[in-house]
């Protein structure tokens, strides 16, 4: 006797995507206005987005599953290589990605309230780290090794890849991250970019 196909019968109502994407966008816009994650609430976020509580708990299990979707929304992707121009146009490039990253609201408050998750939820900044930070340290990575085949960078320095990360990385971040309001004016990509080459490059 054959057993029936349960696969194809779907069960209860679908999820309509457009109330996720809402509900993902209200969490965003609450963040951008400077609302801290410790003062949102799944309640709220519901009362906010017009939508009941109980279909917000439907599609995520707690406040942090929902924030984690909100990080995958504002995640711009890595820009790849660009082939053809020199080491320190893609270098630029990469610096620049930060740079605008910065001046977006919805980025820079994201970073500034996950900085403070270290300490209040350990777990949350892990996944965090995992699902962008790490993705954006490995492109980089790519590029300075890339630097590297190229002798554009000195070869010693790929022995600690972290470090050189940081070295390029920190300057913006740090402006982003620690001081709000800090300069981030149009061309500090490509200053940044000139002063690590002076320290990077080989003699």
Same mark, same amino acid.
């Given at each position: 006797?054959?057993?029936?196909?349960?696969?194809?019968?779907?069960?209860?109502?679908?999820?309509?995507?457009?109330?996720?994407?809402?509900?993902?966008?209200?969490?965003?816009?609450?963040?951008?206005?400077?609302?801290? &994650?410790?003062?949102?609430?799944?309640?709220?976020?519901?009362?906010?987005?017009?939508?009941?509580?109980?279909?917000?708990?439907?599609?995520?299990?707690?406040?942090?599953?929902?924030?984690?979707?909100?990080?995958?929304?504002?995640?711009?992707?890595?820009?790849?290589?660009?082939?053809?121009?020199? &080491?320190?146009?893609?270098?630029?490039?990469?610096?620049?990605?930060?740079?605008?990253?910065?001046?977006?609201?919805?980025?820079?408050?994201?970073?500034?309230?996950?900085?403070?998750?270290?300490?209040?939820?350990?777990?949350?900044?892990?996944?965090?780290?995992?699902?962008?930070?790490?993705?954006?340290?490995?492109?980089?990575?790519?590029?300075?090794?890339?630097?590297?085949?190229?002798?554009?960078?000195?070869?010693?320095?790929?022995?600690?890849?972290?470090?050189?990360?940081?070295?390029?990385?920190?300057?913006?971040?740090?402006?982003?991250? &620690?001081?709000?309001?800090?300069?981030?004016?149009?061309?500090?990509?490509?200053?940044?970019?000139?002063?690590?080459?002076?320290?990077?490059?080989?003699?």
């Amino acid at each position: 006797m054959r057993a029936p196909d349960t696969a194809a019968v779907p069960r209860g109502r679908p999820r309509d995507a457009a109330v996720g994407r809402k509900v993902v966008e209200t969490v965003l816009r609450l963040i951008a206005d400077g609302t801290p &994650f410790g003062d949102l609430t799944m309640e709220g976020i519901a009362r906010e987005a017009g939508v009941g509580k109980a279909t917000v708990y439907r599609r995520w299990a707690s406040k942090e599953a929902l924030l984690l979707d909100a990080m995958a929304e504002v995640d711009s992707p890595v820009p790849p290589l660009l082939p053809g121009t020199s &080491f320190r146009d893609d270098l630029v490039v990469a610096v620049e990605t930060i740079r605008r990253r910065g001046l977006a609201k919805r980025d820079s408050a994201m970073l500034r309230n996950m900085l403070t998750q270290m300490q209040n939820s350990p777990e949350l900044w892990r996944r965090y780290h995992e699902t962008v930070i790490a993705k954006r340290r490995a492109a980089l990575v790519r590029l300075l090794e890339h630097g590297i085949a190229i002798g554009a960078v000195r070869p010693e320095l790929g022995e600690d890849m972290e470090l050189l990360v940081d070295f390029v990385t920190g300057p913006l971040l740090t402006r982003t991250a &620690f001081f709000q309001g800090g300069s981030l004016d149009e061309g500090l990509s490509e200053r940044v970019v000139d002063l690590i080459l002076r320290g990077i490059a080989p003699a």
